[in-house]
């Protein structure tokens, strides 16, 4: 017991352990200059988040929300993925596309026809061909028109 | 000791009625006058900053500290009801604040010690202390105080919390019950194995002639 005292006492001396003076007057400026600051700083949302917080003092977000909101989203996602594009119809068209083996023989099965079909002109075909210039395009004058 | 006249003990101004109650300065906070609110900062920096200060051993992280104290008091204030006294309502954002910030900082950091006010050698604890242990004698001021805090740092946050409230600042089980939110029983109990823990650090100190 007579320990235990001692050891109060001991304690009691930290009380003596002082900032040094002019502290609390200091700290008082710096305070409100970080008011200003934070003021200048604070975007509306958070001004407006910490105003409904402030209505509702003991809210706050539950430890597992996030990973809840995680899980629902994953969920939501697979069950999007999981779901058809647009109507039966067209699913069992997609299907059947799907499930048809592409023809690659190059033979083909129906005659091409070019019947009512016209020329573009009326001359003969040529073929086209490039004229390359006497000179250099290069070699010209700027101030040639 | 009753908490009237610990209050009135603790802060001197009490005893001769504060010309503007916490109460009143509160409500104009509320109100957006925020002039009222600094006057606040200047009654409550002192003792705050001695809490927060015997709990951390750092000058520097008690400044820091302090400033978002009082920054999320001051944001918060709406929501202050009256329930418990503005006294309590500050000093448990403080404990609470310093606890998540120790929590933080883990076990490598260094200490920064305030000077010690030369008041020490007049007090009659120091002069009792010192008249009774030859070491507390032999040793010089600044590794008393050196010693006292590596103690204070060896206990877990919330033991050293509650002996900074009882043994430094001189409060009751009581307030510091309702600044914790816990029961006067889990006060006592962690004052004492906090006191058993400090004894056996403090040993070379304690041992009488």
């Given at each position: 017991m007579e320990n235990q005292e001692i050891t109060s006492k001991l304690l009691r001396l930290k009380r003596y352990e002082m900032p040094p003076p002019g502290y609390h007057e200091k700290f008082l400026r710096d305070f409100q200059r970080r008011q200003r600051a934070e003021l200048i700083r604070t975007s509306p949302w958070q001004m407006l988040w910490e105003g409904v917080c402030s209505l509702w003092p003991n809210f706050q977000v539950p430890r597992m929300a996030y990973a809840t909101c995680a899980a629902v989203a994953l969920a939501a996602g697979a069950w999007m993925v999981s779901q058809p594009a647009g109507s039966d119809l067209s699913q069992q068209t997609t299907l059947a596309n799907l499930n048809r083996v592409p023809d690659f023989s190059l033979e083909p099965k129906t005659p091409v026809t070019i019947s009512n079909t016209l020329p573009v002109s009326g001359g003969s075909p040529r073929s086209s061909h490039y004229v390359l210039q006497p000179r250099p395009a290069s070699s010209d004058s700027p101030l040639s028109f | 000791m009753i908490l009237g006249e610990w209050l009135i003990e603790q802060h001197p101004s009490l005893s001769e009625e504060p010309e503007i109650p916490d109460a009143e300065l509160v409500a104009r906070t509320q109100a957006g006058e925020a002039e009222a609110f600094d006057e606040l900062v200047i009654r409550y920096s002192s003792r705050l900053y001695g809490l927060v200060y015997h709990m951390t051993s750092n000058h520097e992280d008690t400044n820091d500290l302090l400033q978002d104290v009082f920054a999320k008091a001051y944001r918060s204030i709406r929501s202050f009801r009256g329930n418990s006294s503005f006294y309590t309502w500050m000093h448990s954002i403080a404990v609470n604040m310093t606890i998540n910030f120790l929590k933080k900082r883990g076990r490598r950091f260094t200490m920064s010690l305030d000077d010690v006010d030369s008041g020490i050698q007049n007090d009659p604890d120091f002069l009792a202390a010192t008249?009774?242990?030859?070491?507390?004698?032999?040793?010089?001021?600044?590794?008393?105080?050196?010693?006292?805090?590596?103690?204070?740092?060896?206990?877990?946050?919330?033991?050293?919390?509650?002996?900074?409230?009882?043994?430094?600042?001189?409060?009751?089980?009581?307030?510091?019950?309702?600044?914790?939110?816990?029961?006067?029983?889990?006060?006592?109990?962690?004052?004492?194995?906090?006191?058993?823990?400090?004894?056996?650090?403090?040993?070379?100190?304690i041992t009488n002639k």
């Amino acid at each position: 017991m007579e320990n235990q005292e001692i050891t109060s006492k001991l304690l009691r001396l930290k009380r003596y352990e002082m900032p040094p003076p002019g502290y609390h007057e200091k700290f008082l400026r710096d305070f409100q200059r970080r008011q200003r600051a934070e003021l200048i700083r604070t975007s509306p949302w958070q001004m407006l988040w910490e105003g409904v917080c402030s209505l509702w003092p003991n809210f706050q977000v539950p430890r597992m929300a996030y990973a809840t909101c995680a899980a629902v989203a994953l969920a939501a996602g697979a069950w999007m993925v999981s779901q058809p594009a647009g109507s039966d119809l067209s699913q069992q068209t997609t299907l059947a596309n799907l499930n048809r083996v592409p023809d690659f023989s190059l033979e083909p099965k129906t005659p091409v026809t070019i019947s009512n079909t016209l020329p573009v002109s009326g001359g003969s075909p040529r073929s086209s061909h490039y004229v390359l210039q006497p000179r250099p395009a290069s070699s010209d004058s700027p101030l040639s028109f | 000791m009753i908490l009237g006249e610990w209050l009135i003990e603790q802060h001197p101004s009490l005893s001769e009625e504060p010309e503007i109650p916490d109460a009143e300065l509160v409500a104009r906070t509320q109100a957006g006058e925020a002039e009222a609110f600094d006057e606040l900062v200047i009654r409550y920096s002192s003792r705050l900053y001695g809490l927060v200060y015997h709990m951390t051993s750092n000058h520097e992280d008690t400044n820091d500290l302090l400033q978002d104290v009082f920054a999320k008091a001051y944001r918060s204030i709406r929501s202050f009801r009256g329930n418990s006294s503005f006294y309590t309502w500050m000093h448990s954002i403080a404990v609470n604040m310093t606890i998540n910030f120790l929590k933080k900082r883990g076990r490598r950091f260094t200490m920064s010690l305030d000077d010690v006010d030369s008041g020490i050698q007049n007090d009659p604890d120091f002069l009792a202390a010192t008249s009774t242990s030859d070491p507390l004698r032999e040793a010089n001021l600044s590794e008393l105080q050196k010693k006292l805090n590596e103690a204070m740092q060896k206990l877990s946050n919330e033991h050293r919390a509650v002996v900074t409230m009882f043994d430094i600042q001189g409060m009751p089980h009581a307030e510091i019950a309702k600044i914790l939110k816990t029961s006067e029983g889990t006060v006592r109990s962690r004052l004492f194995y906090a006191h058993r823990q400090l004894q056996n650090y403090l040993q070379e100190f304690i041992t009488n002639k």
